[in-house]
């Protein structure tokens, strides 16, 4: 199970930072990521960390924004969120991929999902 929060409206140029926590999933044998989804879009991952080597991976629209990392001994995930712009408002997602080494970008490719958490950048 992954319970997400952190989301809440902020104003153009703040920072959010999202938790996920896990129960019963070990987040370092996995990869793991955050999607987001604006209304009428589609879901697009924005980061994620590979099992593989836990490189991490940005959307283009959030690189150097962004930032993803996971706390083993507390299971849990987090994407720490900064300048954020209007175009960020969505309702963003932590998932878990049981196979595959590398971060995938499909949502087909993620097992378990948190239950989304609202954030909204407007002024």
């Known amino acids: 199970q992954l319970v997400e929060s952190g989301g809440g409206l902020v104003k153009p140029g703040g920072s959010l930072r999202l938790s996920c926590a896990a129960t019963?999933?070990?987040?370092?044998?996995?990869?793991i990521a955050w999607f987001r989804q604006a209304p009428g879009t589609e879901r697009e991952r924005v980061a994620c960390i590979s099992r593989f080597d836990d490189s991490t991976d940005y959307a283009d629209s959030v690189k150097g924004r962004f930032i993803i990392s996971r706390d083993n001994a507390r299971s849990s995930m987090y994407l720490q969120m900064n300048s954020l712009k209007a175009e960020d408002t969505a309702v963003y997602y932590c998932?878990?991929?049981?196979?595959?080494?590398?971060?995938?970008?499909?949502?087909?490719?993620?097992?378990?999902w948190g239950q989304g958490t609202q954030v909204t950048v407007s002024s």
């Open positions: 019963g999933i070990p987040l370092d044998l996995y990869s």
């Open positions: 998932a878990v991929a049981l196979s595959g080494e590398f971060c995938s970008g499909y949502v087909a490719d993620y097992d378990y």
